[in-house]
């Protein structure tokens, strides 16, 4: 049988979010391949072999993928969430774009539930109405243009997703992400913070923007950044689908 390899997301933790078609593919794979706890989510059997790696060798692992799949084997690279969101599917096109036929090989990239949808699900509605998806991290570009879009995104109205909000390495960046939105938002405009969401560990909570600290991150956290016309209804947090 001719190799492949599949790109999928395993979703934000439950394995009821799991796709079947993700599943599917991971019946048919001899080989996972991933950075350490998503690799940590897949059941071992006989015939498939695991191979989790650190983070930040995304590059490495994707062209271990393709090597594998050249060489007959059937490789799922696993991602959390949704494989396109800050994750791995960009990584393994990065990868193909140095391989001499990148139609060669037999790609497929299967979507999952990402974050700040599991998360918004949670809260109720809060990406009702135009939003984004900001990754605040500084790994893959520099930290002066992520403060220009948060600024301008503000600026704009959307309601944001921000994805690694916050590690040890720059807890102060983080303050000031909040410092930003302080300066272009109303104090009232409301900030949800959700922890391991559809996990046993979840926890969120949604606050005012006056009451939001720094320490209601970490790198488990999704930040969903709300409107000014953002609002609760009961215990729900919604944004309506109209604006202006
Ligand atoms: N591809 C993933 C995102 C990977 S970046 C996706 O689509 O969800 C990793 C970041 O995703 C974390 O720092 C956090 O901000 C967010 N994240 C992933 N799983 C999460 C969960 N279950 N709950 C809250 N945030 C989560």
Redesign the pocket.
Known sequence: MSGWVTVA?LG??DEALVTDEVRAAIAGATDIVGYIPYVARIAPRDGLTLHPTDNRVELDRANHALDMAAAGRRVVVV?????G???MASALFEALETRPDPDASDIRILP?I???L??AARLGAPLGHDFCAI?LSDNLKPWDLIEHRLRLAAQAGFAMA????RSRSRPHQFARALEILREELPEKTLISF??????PE?SIQTVPLAKATPDMAD?????IVGTAATRRVGRWVYTPRSAG
Do not use: K, L, Q
């Open positions: 997301g934000p933790g991602s959390s969430g949704d494989p969101v800050f994750a999952g990402t974050a700040m599991a998360a990754n921000w994805y690694n909000p959700a922890r391991a969401v559809t996990t979840e790198m488990r956290t999704v930040v």
